[in-house]
């Protein structure tokens, strides 16, 4: 079946440091690739996404590229903020009839510090 | 627009009580779904639905059931609640299921089952 594997946490960086987290899948066919992030006490908000491979998704200075080769979606950042505090999860949706299931990696906890 | 709403926020239960958690959403989406949020565990799918009276299990379907009688609400009946079913659950809803469009969460109801 699907799943998504994606590195463990905690992750402890200072402002103004390089954020990447990784993220592997595992998926028959095509997916397409999602980062959310969930704030302390919130829900999950999209991120960013990407639908076929070698596309770019960016949001709010976070960039990940979908690597079909390398069956990847690493998420990055150039320089994190201690507003970019969350937990951060990377998921896939298989295309076709009857695949409605997001399946979602385990979470990536990211603190930063001034 | 308020988008994708949850009641209650928090509950405690005791063991065999039953209850049910309310999803509703006012962005006419087609699409809403159920998941449980555990520590180190990530999200996973309870159960969906892709219209008005129609609905399906998801990964981890036992325990718990759901009705779709309008577009909007989406309610999560606990049948006799247990220790196991201590979690975050979250109601997300899309425009459409399939892998284009992005999914809405909640903010959570936190369970706790004693």
């Known amino acids: 079946g699907d799943s998504v594997t994606q590195m463990e946490g905690p992750v402890t960086l200072s402002e103004e440091a390089f954020l990447t987290i990784n993220c592997t899948y595992t998926?028959?066919?095509?997916?397409?690739l999602f980062w959310y992030v969930q704030y302390p006490g919130e829900g999950l908000q999209l991120l960013l996404k990407a639908t076929k491979a070698d596309d770019k998704g960016s949001n709010k200075g976070f960039e990940a590229t979908y690597r079909k080769e390398t069956t990847s979606f690493h998420l990055e950042k150039g320089s994190v903020q201690v507003s970019d505090s969350a937990v951060y999860f990377c998921?896939?949706?298989?295309?076709?009839?009857?695949?409605?299931?997001?399946?979602f990696g385990k979470g990536t906890k990211l603190s930063v510090i001034p | 627009n308020a988008g994708v709403t949850q009641t209650p926020k928090f509950q405690v239960l005791k063991t065999g009580q039953s209850m049910t958690l309310q999803c509703a959403q006012d962005?006419?989406?087609?699409?809403m779904s159920w998941y449980r949020q555990d520590p180190g565990m990530g999200l996973r799918l309870i159960h969906y639905?892709?219209?008005?009276?129609?609905?399906d299990q998801g990964e981890v379907p036992n325990g718990y059931n759901v009705s779709r009688s309008t577009t909007e609400d989406f309610p999560l009946r606990l049948l006799s609640a247990a220790p196991s079913q201590t979690s975050v659950y979250f109601c997300a809803s899309s425009y459409r299921p399939d892998r284009y469009y992005e999914q809405y969460f909640g903010p959570g109801t936190r369970l706790t089952v004693t």
């Open positions: 998926a028959t066919g095509y997916p397409s």
């Open positions: 998921a896939l949706k298989t295309p076709g009839a009857g695949s409605y299931q997001l399946t």
């Open positions: 639905s892709v219209g008005a009276g129609i609905t």
């Open positions: 962005m006419n989406h087609e699409y």
